[in-house]
């Protein structure tokens, strides 16, 4: 299967429920967005194995550590996860609780005026939160 080798350069067996989460997560045409839940409730709502949170848990967050997903945290308790793992901004619609991309060419040059010495900026990126 096309798969495996993203599990086990995860470090991660290339299990059945693994395989599955890699059909949801990278079998998609535009890029998807998720949280744990909703990517749990996706998995069970296409196929008839079960499949523990656990699982899905430690395979979304070996696949981050990896760098084939990236996270977009929203808030202290809240985090969404993107397949899309290029530098680009976010909205996030706040009411519907949905994470949209957001083009870095909508976004206009951002200045960074403060230096940590030692440091440099490795990426600049911005989350637009929307209320109705």
């Known amino acids: 299967m096309k798969y495996i080798d993203k599990l086990r350069n995860s470090g991660l067996r290339p299990t059945k429920q693994r395989l599955q989460i890699c059909e949801v997560l990278f079998n998609n045409e535009k890029t ?13 709502d296409r ?5 523990s949170l656990a699982t899905v848990y430690n395979t979304v ?5 990896k760098g084939y997903l990236k996270q977009i945290p929203i808030n202290s308790n809240q985090t969404y996860f993107d397949t899309n793992v290029t530098d680009h901004h976010h909205f996030y619609d706040l009411k519907d609780q949905k994470l949209i991309d957001l083009e870095n060419s909508d976004v206009g040059p951002i200045n960074i005026k403060k230096k940590i010495s030692g440091k440099r900026i490795k990426s600049v990126e911005v989350l637009v939160k929307l209320e109705d």
């Not at 196929?47 to 499949?51: A, C, G, H, N, R």
């Open 32 to 44: 998807f967005h998720f949280t744990i839940n909703e990517l749990e409730q996706k998995i069970k």
């Open 61 to 65: 967050h070996a696949f981050e550590k």
């Open 47 to 51: 196929i008839d194995t079960k499949i």
